[in-house]
């Protein structure tokens, strides 16, 4: 029995065709956008189909060419408006330090150092020995020893503010820090969302694309085997 293909008009067997019901839902529609007049009844040439196949595989690739392109757009839209996504500065640019902050991180870091213990317990040993014996009957601090408290009160009044602004300024240091580190993760976690969705999106249309070729694959296997079947039975 002849028909005429739906596609390309030529008149052929109906042993060299399929009809336009047995194509897969998602190649029927395909093949409907680019030819007009396609209904239920319709006939294809292998001939067609074979052409109409290699459109539509293009098309699948075009698809997801086009899908990949609009998340990498997306993607890079999103970097460029997050301000959380932009890259941040390793070395923030530090003021340069005063002298009195430069005197008391000295002060702070001799005033916590065995050294300056060792140096203040010389300095009282020594302090109360020569008010003690060596100068036991003209002392100029003679025990209990007041004008060695009174220094000794000078020097812890005006040690600890001293410290107190060094670590001040080291607290500061420790909070930018902090910050920077909260930066750093927030960043880190938003280009990591950011990745899986590229990811997902990716393995979806693919996924879904193999299958879809996988299943064509599998009824052209299918009309080659009727094929072969039909020009067997003919030559017996």
Known sequence: ????????????????????????????????????GIDAGSFISYK??????????????AEETKAHDALV??????YAQDEELQPLHTHPNEKPLTFGERLSD????????????????????????I???YLASKAFDPYPYILLNLMLSCVAALQAPVIMMSQNRQEDKDRERAEYDVKVNVKAEKEIQLLHQKIDHLLLHQHRNMIELFQLHLDLTEQVQQRIDTIKNETR
């Open 1 to 36: 029995m002849e028909r005429t293909c739906s596609i390309t008009g030529t008149i052929v067997t109906d042993k060299e065709g399929v009809m336009w019901m047995q194509l897969r839902p998602a190649l029927q529609t395909f093949v409907k956008t680019i030819h007009d």
């Open 48 to 61: 067609a189909l074979n052409n109409v196949l290699h459109a539509y595989v293009a098309n699948l690739t």
């Open 73 to 78: 757009d997306s993607v890079s839209k999103e």
């Open 106 to 129: 000295k002060i702070a870091d001799f005033g916590g150092s065995w050294r300056f213990i060792i140096i203040f317990l010389s300095i009282l040993v020594v302090w109360m020995l």
């Open 131 to 133: 008010n003690s014996w």
